[in-house]
Each structure stands twice: as C-alpha cells, then as structure tokens.
Nanobody, 114 residues
Framework: QVQLVESGGGLVQPGGSLRLSCAAS????????MAWYRQVPGKEREQVAR???????NYTDSVKGRFTISYDKAENTVYLQMNNLKPEDTAVYYC????????WGQGTQVTVSS
C-alpha cells in the first residue's frame, strides 16, 4: 500500500509559479515510478511528469522546459515545480504511484488566471 498526500495548489496569475508536493508513505525506491497527472472536466486524465525509481524523468511536451519533477529522499516527497504557468495548465493535479498496483492522491486544484 502507498498513501499519497498532495499539497501546494492554488490560484496564480499567468507567468507565475507554484510548487506541488506529494508526501508518500513509502520510498520512491520501493515503487516502479511516481508521477503527476492532471485532469480538467470533460477530458481524460493526462500524465504531466514522471520520475522512476532510478530517478529518470519524463514530461509531456506541453510542460517541457517549464515544469520540473524531483524527489526528496529524506522527506519521501515528490515535488512538481511549475514555472511560467499558463491558463491551459488549470486543472486538478493528482499524485500517482505504481507498484504491482496503482495509487492516487486526493488531488489539488491549480488555477491559472488573471
């Protein structure tokens, strides 16, 4: 089992920054990978960024160069640093962990608006 608790969402103006946190009950090194997904109403949930248990990272094209996923071993926390935010980044962001099962956090709202 993996418990995931997200925090850090909120309202930000276009061009601003936010950092999302996902505190996990297990180490990244004990799962296959962790990731951030996002979802807007009426659309499928999409993977935004992923970090594996060997710290390899991957990003969807729309966030490359703006978002950075990272892992703090001491805190068992995965971060998503989001810079130069755009209105189209508005969504509920979910933390995800993959073992032989899958686990989701509760989600945190990110709204980019002036």
């Amino acid at each position: 089992q993996v418990q995931l608790v997200e925090s850090g969402g909120g309202l930000v103006q276009p061009g601003g920054s936010l950092r999302l946190s996902c505190a996990a009950s297990r180490s990244l090194f004990s799962v296959y990978f962790m990731a951030w997904y996002r979802q807007v109403p009426g659309k499928e949930r999409e993977q935004v960024a992923r970090i594996t248990n060997i710290l390899a990272t991957n990003y969807t094209d729309s966030v490359k160069g703006r978002f950075t996923i990272s892992y703090d071993k001491a805190e068992n926390t995965v971060y998503l640093q989001m810079n130069n935010l755009k209105p189209e980044d508005t969504a509920v962001y979910y933390c995800f962990a993959r073992t032989n099962s899958i686990y989701w956090g509760q989600g945190t709202q990110v709204t980019v608006s002036s």
